[in-house]
């Protein structure tokens, strides 16, 4: 604990006012506890049934059976580990006091197994160490003659993308509205897209084990807006009979949309939406099925398959809606060595952009990052070869994880592509716990038990209520629960459950693994056969 309650009491007087403000809960001694307050809701996840969580007799003072108080956190997680829908899994598990560095619990922990969304904690530390929190993605308007005296641009406007994986039709159109004060009033030529600052490649490696048009496959590009998604939304008509008002957004040229929904008088709604890719580049977009007339209006989020066109159809329409007309067409090309720098748009600082990552869980925001993390230091467009290696690099330099150890192929965790152990997991959590600068950064992007990101509506018991931050990873047989959790005698602990193999669904198997987070925070951490006394090696092994 001393080299924590060190690096507190050195951190300058600004710092400890900049921390305070996002004290919510927490006045504890570790530097860490100083950020877990709370923050914004986000999506939901499911929440676990009450039959799941840690029995009474485990907590209840006083109790002379063998849940009662004697029991250890050791102990209770042996008996998680023995659920039914556990016990034949393949589980990895590990939790570290992280101030003394000895080992709280240990069950399989250097098993690789693949932990889902969880790959997502690995992503942000590297970019947060390599990138630095202070980076902002910047996208570039090009023009390639000067304005003349009315506004006009006799030429092309070139839009170089700098893989900003925020760029949503909202701050576009602040971009446009800052064009428009600095003059631009035509262009009288095309609308170019230089997406140059990546690779061609669109999905990364894992990507093509599932064919589908949800938006948490949506593709890479340079330039992309919206999270390359776009949203259709269905809602009845006043009578039954008639097709239902089916539209989309953004509405531009770019989609063509072929709806027929049927309205109906029952309750309920079945609808098919499908996203798909034209010949000409544009994006069709198919609604059949129906819904109730009683119903609210539902959206429905696809993902699109032309970036560069998709974000420059969208610019040309804010740009008119500006008042700024543009005569020629959207293009794919490069910014010529002749053209003249117009206006930059920069993003919110990296650390900001961890609040998608971790908390919303957002896959296209994770592989915007490797592929910018590849551009920003190796040779070329960045792409997820160049990506993953700098972090590679980086978790066997910093972390001390050796490269021939683990599985890393994409960032965001998607299907069955990754593989790490509980133990290497819970060694990044130690170095982000020990390293000032990204752990404040990281740790609020963290969802809070019961309170934000994918676990608002999971541990929501006293135990753990606003005592955990985690990043949660899912997938079809997969389910991971990775962060930090306070004990009943306020010591950090981090730790990491991986679970694959499972034969239940995501919701059931979430609520059995949160027992965990709860045993490490309501019961003793000593005293049980099961209680391991093995330090945490740190640094390189």
Do not use: C
């Not at 021939?404 to 152990?421: I, K």
């Amino acid at each position: 604990m001393g080299e924590v309650v060190a690096s507190r009491r050195t951190l300058a007087k600004r710092q400890r006012v900049a921390l305070a403000t996002t004290l919510a809960v927490f006045t504890l001694t570790p530097v860490v506890w100083t950020i877990l307050g709370g923050s914004r809701p986000a999506i939901a996840a499911a929440e676990g049934k009450k039959e799941n969580s840690l029995p009474k007799t485990a907590l209840a003072a006083g109790s002379d059976q063998n849940t009662g108080p004697s029991q250890t956190a050791g102990e209770a997680i042996s008996e998680v580990l023995r659920h039914p829908i556990l016990k034949n899994a393949d589980v990895s598990v590990m939790a570290v006091d992280l101030d003394r560095g000895r080992t709280i619990y240990a069950y399989e922990a250097d098993r690789l197994l693949n932990p889902a969304s969880v790959v997502k904690l690995f992503t942000g530390t590297a970019a947060l160490q390599i990138l630095r929190p202070e980076y902002r993605f910047k996208s570039t308007a090009w023009i390639t003659k000067k304005l003349d005296v009315n506004g006009t641009l006799a030429g092309d406007l070139i839009i170089q993308g700098g893989g900003d994986p925020t760029l949503v039709s909202e701050r576009l159109w602040l971009w446009v509205t800052e064009m428009h004060h600095l003059g631009l009033r035509r262009v009288e030529g095309d609308l170019v897209i230089d997406e140059s600052f990546f690779d061609g490649k669109r999905v990364g490696p894992g990507y093509e084990e599932e064919n589908t048009d949800f938006a948490y496959m949506a593709p890479t590009g340079a330039l992309s807006i919206n999270f390359n998604a776009l949203g259709v939304y269905v809602r009845p008509a006043e009578a039954a009979g008639q097709l239902a008002k089916v539209s989309i957004e953004p509405q531009i040229p770019f989609f063509e949309v072929d709806a027929k929904v049927q309205t109906k008088s029952k309750a309920g709604r079945y609808l098919l939406i499908g996203s798909y890719p034209r010949a000409d580049g544009r994006q069709e977009v198919k609604a059949r099925g129906w819904i109730g007339k009683n119903e609210s209006m539902k959206v429905i989020w696809r993902k699109i398959d032309n970036p560069p066109i998709y974000a420059g159809e969208t610019l040309k329409d804010l740009l008119r809606r500006r008042g700024i007309e543009v005569t020629g067409k959207v293009r794919v090309g490069k910014v010529p060595k002749s053209a003249i720098s117009f206006h930059t748009f920069v993003s919110r600082r990296l650390s900001e952009v961890l609040d998608d990552l971790n908390k919303y869980s957002n896959n296209f925001v994770a592989e915007m990052i490797v592929k910018t993390i590849g551009a920003e230091t190796m040779e070329g467009p960045g792409s997820w070869k160049t990506g993953t290696e700098s972090i590679r690099r980086f978790l066997k330099r910093e972390v001390g994880i050796q490269p021939d150890t683990y599985v890393l192929r994409n960032g965001s965790g998607l299907n069955d592509t990754n593989r790490f152990s509980a133990a290497q997991i819970v060694r990044l959590l130690d170095y982000i716990y020990r390293t000032r600068e990204i752990a404040y950064e990281l740790i609020p992007s963290l969802g809070v038990a019961g309170a934000s990101g994918t676990v608002r509506k999971r541990m929501t018991s006293d135990l753990v209520h606003h005592k955990v931050r985690v990043k949660t990873g899912t997938l079809t047989g997969v389910t991971a629960l990775s962060g930090y959790v306070m004990s009943r005698d306020r010591e950090v602990i981090a730790f990491t459950v991986v679970a694959n193999g499972l034969k239940v669904s995501s919701r059931r198997a979430s609520a059995v693994i949160d027992r965990i987070a709860e045993a490490l925070s309501g019961l003793p951490l000593e005293g049980g056969p099961t209680t391991l006394s093995k330090p945490l090696v740190r640094g390189k092994p």
